[in-house]
């Protein structure tokens, strides 16, 4: 690139202003009190119990209808805490290391070019306990305070505590259904406690929304500051561009996203164009396209969004500690994850350790990794007893999103597996595609990936490593909308080398009385109870 261009590019006056057009309901102050952790100092529930009582009989705050949800939560939110903090250190480093850097500064790897890692002022955060931080995260569900409103930034104080709210760029993600599966579970499973997290139930229809919304207000905040970044980037097998795209587009950033040519589906492709971003359609595959944007992110000043960005993390974790939240802080005995570049099973681990280190549980479910066999260089590590990891070729897989056979996080996932007594499993296409077509006719409508999580569940009730009592939650990580053309083709029996044995096609049948009574007879007939 000529000199004068880099130069032009790398001028911090080159930004776009965020904007906020969100016309809210009237605020309910008491959660605004409760937000507010500098209200208490010392170290005990009763505290967070009378902070909330006391928000929740006051008078209604009047609200100007001129004007936004932001302006009305810093007029009234007045004491604004900044006791907690976060920085990013090595990934799993000595605890004799001092590396660390602050979390405005645009960094991705350590000095040695591992990973990095968002810790958190855990002394700080231990001033309150358990019963203060269930409490304080219960009385913000489903309210409409901003942020609070979010699934992710109501653990605000865990996730980025040093943002202004203001800065904040969410569309209320998280909060996603916790649904029990009840007859998928006993008809398919032989279990009655079995439940489907499903996070494709969210903005932009994947879980990777969680992770954004901490990233894109982390990038609104960067630029605000003055840093160099003109836009966000990222390699994508669909969702993540989805998700970069529609927080991109809401606070007013270029998104420039990286696609491998013709190995996602039409309905992820176009959201990111829908939303603006700047797509290149690349002819490789996800593993070429990531090595690609970490080559451009390096020279031009574009932030990187993909996971090896440890931000995402932090709101990914979340939907763990939602999980424990929906079930009034029980643990479940396991917790199922598809897994293809490998930071959200961390994000998990993450999640729950989190709660179980401030005293809200007093322990952590173990996690199950589940990959697709087409792209399974987490299941062949396991399964050579952690030794010699190796990257592999991805093969084609429907569940595309977890195409991926050099996993930025490979290290994450590991951790987190070894420190749960995790467990790594896998799923053949026949087998991903069966499940998901037995979980869609009990009336859900979940995605390959999906089904990939169900096989790995099949096969540890099978082995019994799964009991038929135990308390399982199985991670759904995109609606099935998104994939539409995969079920399509299971149900066309359009195939190559599949039996398609659920297949549920429409019944041809002429215009007639009796042609339509005769079907529909010979229907009944078969779904009439066998005495």
């Known amino acids: 690139m000529a000199a004068s261009s880099s130069s032009l590019l790398h001028q911090p006056h080159l930004s776009f202003t965020s904007k906020s057009s969100v016309q809210p309901a009237r605020p309910r102050p008491n959660i605004v009190r409760a937000a507010s952790t500098e209200s208490s100092s010392n170290n005990n529930s009763s505290n967070a119990t009378e902070n909330n009582n006391a928000g929740a009989g ?150 990777k929304d969680l992770g954004m919304t901490v990233l894109v207000s982390q990038v609104n905040r960067l630029k605000k500051l003055n840093k160099p970044v003109v836009g966000v980037g990222c390699a994508s097998t669909g969702d993540t561009s989805a998700a970069l795209s529609a927080y991109c587009a809401a606070a007013g950033i270029p998104s420039i996203v990286f696609l491998p040519a013709n190995k996602i589906s039409i309905a992820q492709l176009v959201q990111p164009i829908a939303n603006g971003a700047f797509v290149l359609s690349i002819d490789t595959d996800f593993d070429g396209c990531m090595q690609l944007i970490r080559e451009v992110t390096s020279e031009l000043p574009i932030y990187l969004a993909n996971s090896l960005n440890s931000l995402r993390l932090e709101g990914q974790k979340t939907a763990a500690i939602e999980i424990l939240q929906q079930f009034d802080w029980e643990v479940p005995d396991w917790v199922i994850v598809p897994g293809g570049n490998l930071g959200n099973i961390y994000a998990f681990y993450k999640g729950f350790q989190m709660c179980k280190e401030l005293g809200l549980v007093d322990r952590i479910p173990r996690l199950v990794c589940a990959q ?19 990257s592999v070729k991805a093969n084609t897989t429907f569940a595309s999103a977890i195409q991926i056979g050099d996993p930025v996080s490979i290290d994450r996932a590991v951790y987190a597996l070894k420190n749960c007594e995790g467990i790594v499993e896998e799923a053949t296409e026949e087998e991903l595609m069966d499940a998901m077509a037995e979980a869609d006719s009990t009336g859900m409508f979940i995605c390959p990936h999906t089904g990939v999580a169900l096989t790995a569940l099949r096969k540890l009730r099978d082995s019994g490593v799964i009991g038929k009592t135990d308390r399982t939650v199985v991670v759904s990580t995109a609606h099935g909308l998104k994939f539409t053309q995969s079920k399509i083709d299971y149900h066309s029996m359009e195939i190559k080398d599949m039996a398609c044995r659920l297949a549920n096609p429409p019944v041809n049948v002429s215009a007639d009385f009796g042609s339509v009574m005769d079907v529909l007879k010979k229907y009944l007939l078969s779904k009439a109870p066998k005495y």
């Open 372 to 390: 697709a066999a087409n792209a399974n260089p987490l299941y062949l590590y396991y399964k050579s007893g952690w030794k010699d990891f190796k």
């Open 58 to 207: 006051a008078a209604a705050v009047s609200f100007n209808k001129g004007g936004n949800i932001r302006d009305d939560a810093r007029r009234h939110n007045v004491v604004h805490s900044h006791r907690f903090s976060a920085k990013y250190v090595p990934f799993n480093a000595d605890p004799a290391s001092d590396e660390s850097y602050s979390i405005d500064e645009i960094v991705y790897r350590s000095q040695s070019g591992g990973l990095l890692d968002v810790r958190h002022d855990m002394d700080a955060l231990k001033h309150y306990d358990g019963a203060y931080w269930r409490a304080l995260f219960d009385s913000r569900v489903g309210k409409t305070t901003w942020p609070y409103g979010s699934g992710v930034w109501s653990k605000k104080e865990w996730v980025l505590p040093e943002i202004d709210s203001e800065d904040i760029v969410s569309a209320f993600e998280g909060n996603s259904n916790l649904f029990w599966a009840e007859r998928f579970g006993k008809s398919f499973m032989g279990m009655n406690d079995l439940w489907v997290k499903h996070c494709g139930i969210s903005h932009t229809g994947s879980f």
